[in-house]
């Protein structure tokens, strides 16, 4: 089993930052791609950031404002949200793409969201 936990989210002014992690636990042989997606209200889910070995790929709407970034040691993805906007405000969820061993093919896990509010 494993178990992707977010952590770090919460209200925050406009222009302010953020700081979300999220820790994968469980049966792991490796983890290729990590990411981050969000989900706001009447929206569907769309990516945010994900990395994969030594690259990095961004949504749009928050590059210049957003840094992902992992700790292979620790199993954990961050995301740095500078420069907030209302409209960053949503559901906030973790994805890693994770092999349990090495016979067996990468499995894409969830984490349950952490929400972020983004006040004007």
């Known amino acids: 089993q494993v178990q992707l936990v977010e952590s770090g989210g919460g209200l925050v002014q406009a222009g302010g930052s953020l700081r979300l992690s999220c820790a994968v636990s469980?049966?792991?042989?490796?983890?290729?791609?990590m990411g981050w997606y969000r989900q706001a209200p009447g929206k569907q889910r769309e990516l945010v950031a994900a990395?994969?070995?030594?690259?990095?790929n961004y949504a749009d709407s928050v590059k210049g404002r957003f840094t992902i970034s992992r700790d292979n040691a620790k199993n954990t993805v961050y995301l740095q949200m500078n420069s907030l906007k209302p409209e960053d405000t949503a559901v906030y969820y973790c994805?890693?793409?994770?092999?349990?061993?090495?016979?067996?093919?990468?499995?894409?896990?969830w984490g349950k969201g952490t929400l972020v509010t983004v006040s004007s």
């Open positions: 990395v994969s070995g030594g690259s990095t």
């Open positions: 994805n890693a793409e994770v092999k349990g061993s090495i016979w067996t093919p990468p499995v894409n896990y």
């Open positions: 469980g049966t792991i042989f490796g983890i290729n791609t």
